[in-house]
C-alpha cells in the first residue's frame, strides 16, 4: 500500500479539477538541503499553523500529480506553507518544467 504522503500543491485546486500537481514533502533529506529542496516551517520552530510536526522539505524535484479523491480533508494531513515558501517552490518547478 502506497504511503500517505504529504504533498505541496502547486496552485489552487478548482471545482472543475480531476487532478493536480504538487511536489511531494519529506522528512527524509541531507544537510544542507538541495538547492531544490524548500526546507518548510514545523511546530518546534513557532509555525504552529504549518500542521508538520518535524523538519521537512518540500522536493521540487519529486513532481507528484494527486487525484481529487486522494487529497485528504482531515485537519490532521493537512499541511500548510507560508507564502514566500510557496513562491519559491513555484519558481523552481518552473525553471525544473517549465
Not at 544542507?32 to 508538520?52: C, D, F, Q, R
Not at 523538519?55 to 486522494?70: I, L, Q
Request: aromatic share 6%; hydrophobic share 40%; with cysteine.
Amino acid at each position: 500500500m502506497p504511503k500517505n504522503r504529504g504533498v505541496v500543491l502547486v496552485r489552487d485546486l478548482n471545482p472543475e479539477d480531476d487532478e493536480i500537481a504538487g511536489v511531494a514533502i519529506t522528512g527524509t533529506f541531507t544537510k544542507p538541503p538541495a538547492n531544490t529542496e524548500i526546507v518548510l516551517h514545523y511546530k518546534t520552530t513557532g509555525h504552529e499553523i504549518s500542521g508538520l510536526n518535524k523538519e521537512s522539505v518540500a522536493v521540487c524535484t519529486w513532481p507528484v500529480v494527486v487525484h481529487r479523491d486522494r487529497i485528504l480533508s482531515d485537519s490532521n494531513r493537512v499541511y500548510r506553507v507560508s507564502a514566500p515558501q510557496l513562491v519559491e517552490i513555484i519558481r523552481i518547478v518552473n525553471e525544473l518544467y517549465g
